[in-house]
Each structure stands twice: as structure tokens, then as C-alpha cells.
């Protein structure tokens, strides 16, 4: 039997839209890892908020936090892979921006969050327990370099403002998000991807590309869904993120399409 390594995201992906995953997933999953299959979540979560899943499943295995900016894993054979983002870039962008026009900006690092304001919305996706949670004008409070840079606007009608004020940096990028989710932003380097995150763990496992599986749903997976062996896209994903992904799960996040998916893979089965 080949050996895979499974990468899935989370929200949208192994989450049901209600933030819980079924006990046939649940079970699907623990079937792979006794057949010798190696799991790796890859979430745009920190870990904090990957942690009561990584636990149900009873993982091992390394954790691809904040889209590729942090792998959490506790092997100390594994080398420390964490990407900083220099303060002073993230003070000038909200220069850039205008702070009129910016609701909140979320920066951490694994123990600190620094927020403009209270959030219940952000603390709810993003888990402040155990943290430092420091409020106040970024510009004023942030005294280090952290992990991430998500900016919450008054409207959708200034995303082309962050995109200019964007590309005067060297390398930067930035990820609108959609839904419930529309008037934030990600800003990020070009360099911070699941796929960059994921080649350093198959490296640790000596696992080679093409036997690798991916499942994601959105944008932020889309690196990983395309330079592995099999990218699944889920039937619930993005549609330019299906047109990428080598195979189309049949069923949603909401209808076990990642187990049902990975069966059919796993079975010999190349198309879904």
C-alpha cells in the first residue's frame, strides 16, 4: 500500500458550517491514520483554534496555522518554520489606508493579539483564551513583528484603497474574504502559502509530491491544491478553485465530502 500524505483545510472544508465535524469523518479520518495514512491539517486558523479538532482526531502530525505563516508541531526533530511581518510595513499601510476607514486590524503572534478594538465576531473564529490580548491604535501598541496582518474596513468600496496601498510593497499580497467574512482582509508575502507550509513537512516525512492528497475550498488552498499529486476541491468550493483542483468532490462540507472523497481516492478510484 502507498503511503499518502492528506492535507485538508478546515472551515469549508472538514467543518460543517455549523464548526463541528460528524462522527463518520471523524471515523473515516482514524481509519486512514491506522492504515498508515499521515493527516495534516492546513487552516488559516492559529492553533489555538485548531486544537479541540486536532485532539478529536487524534493527531500527530504537524499544523499548518495562518495560511502557511506557522507550522505548530511539537517533535523537536521538526525544524521551527515561522514567518514574521515587520510592524513597520503594517503601520504604513495603515497609513496608507486611512485609519478612517479601517473598523478593526488583528495582528498576533503565538502569544500575543493586538486589536484596535474588542471584537466578538473575530474573537469568536479566532479564540483570545490563553492570549495577551493588547487594544489600542496599532500604530501606537504593536512592538513586535507578528505572524499576521487582517484588516476589517467601514465597506467593501475600499478594497481597491488596500490593494494600492498594498502594492507599494515589495511582495506583499492580499486576500479578500467573502460571506459573512466581506469586509475583511488579509495582507500577507507572496512567499506565505499552504503549498511553501506543506513542502517542508513532506520533506520531514520523505514523502514524496505526487503522493500527496489536497482539500480546500477557497482561495488560500489553492497553492497546495496545485502543486501536489491529487487536489481535491470540495462541491461547496469557490468556482475558480474547482477549475484548479484536479477532481471535484461529489458531496459538500456539510455532507461528509471530504471522507467520501478521500474513499474514492484511496480506493483507486483518480476521478470523483
Given at each position: 500500500m502507498n503511503q499518502y500524505l492528506i492535507a485538508i483545510d478546515m472551515d469549508g472544508t472538514l467543518l460543517k458550517s455549523d464548526k463541528t465535524i460528524s462522527a463518520y469523518t471523524i471515523e473515516t479520518i482514524k481509519d486512514l491514520q491506522r492504515q498508515g495514512h499521515i493527516i495534516v491539517i492546513a487552516s488559516g486558523r492559529p492553533f489555538r483554534a485548531i486544537k479541540k479538532y486536532y485532539e478529536?482526531?487524534?493527531?500527530?502530525?504537524?499544523?499548518?496555522?495562518?495560511?502557511?505563516?506557522?507550522?505548530?508541531?511539537?517533535?523537536?526533530?521538526?525544524?521551527?518554520?515561522?514567518?514574521?511581518f515587520p510592524r513597520h510595513i503594517i503601520k504604513e499601510i495603515i497609513k496608507d489606508i486611512g485609519r478612517d476607514k479601517i473598523v478593526n486590524v488583528m495582528?498576533?503572534?503565538?502569544?500575543?493579539?493586538?486589536?484596535?478594538?474588542?471584537?466578538?465576531?473575530?474573537?469568536?473564529?479566532?479564540?483570545?483564551?490563553?492570549?495577551?490580548?493588547i487594544y489600542g491604535e496599532i500604530e501606537e501598541t504593536l512592538n513586535?513583528?507578528?505572524?499576521?496582518?487582517?484588516?476589517?474596513?467601514?465597506?467593501?468600496?475600499?478594497?481597491?484603497?488596500i490593494q494600492k496601498a498594498i502594492e507599494s510593497h515589495q511582495g506583499l499580497k492580499c486576500r479578500f474574504w467573502s460571506g459573512e467574512w466581506?469586509?475583511?482582509?488579509?495582507?500577507?508575502?507572496?512567499?506565505?502559502?499552504?503549498?511553501?507550509?506543506?513542502?517542508?513537512?513532506?520533506?520531514?516525512?520523505?514523502?514524496?509530491?505526487?503522493?500527496?492528497?489536497t482539500i480546500g475550498d477557497a482561495s488560500n488552498d489553492l497553492e497546495m491544491l496545485e502543486h501536489f499529486g491529487i487536489g481535491i476541491a470540495?462541491?461547496?468550493?469557490?468556482?475558480?478553485?474547482?477549475?484548479?483542483a484536479d477532481v471535484v468532490s461529489e458531496f459538500t462540507n456539510d455532507e461528509d465530502g471530504v471522507a467520501f472523497a478521500l474513499k474514492k481516492i484511496l480506493n483507486g478510484c483518480s476521478v470523483i
Open positions: 478529536m482526531l487524534d493527531l500527530n502530525t504537524p499544523v499548518i496555522c495562518y495560511n502557511g505563516a506557522y507550522i505548530h508541531f511539537q517533535d523537536p526533530k521538526f525544524p521551527s518554520y515561522a514567518l514574521s495582528c498576533e503572534t503565538n502569544h500575543e493579539i493586538w486589536l484596535i478594538q474588542e471584537d466578538e465576531f473575530l474573537n469568536d473564529f479566532f479564540i483570545h483564551d490563553g492570549m495577551n490580548v513586535q513583528d507578528p505572524m499576521t496582518m487582517i484588516i476589517q474596513t467601514v465597506d467593501l468600496k475600499y478594497n481597491d484603497i466581506n469586509c475583511f482582509s488579509e495582507i500577507y508575502f507572496e512567499s506565505t502559502n499552504k503549498a511553501n507550509a506543506l513542502q517542508k513537512i513532506t520533506a520531514y516525512y520523505k514523502i514524496p509530491r505526487q503522493q500527496v492528497i470540495m462541491k461547496n468550493a469557490e468556482d475558480d478553485i474547482k477549475l484548479k
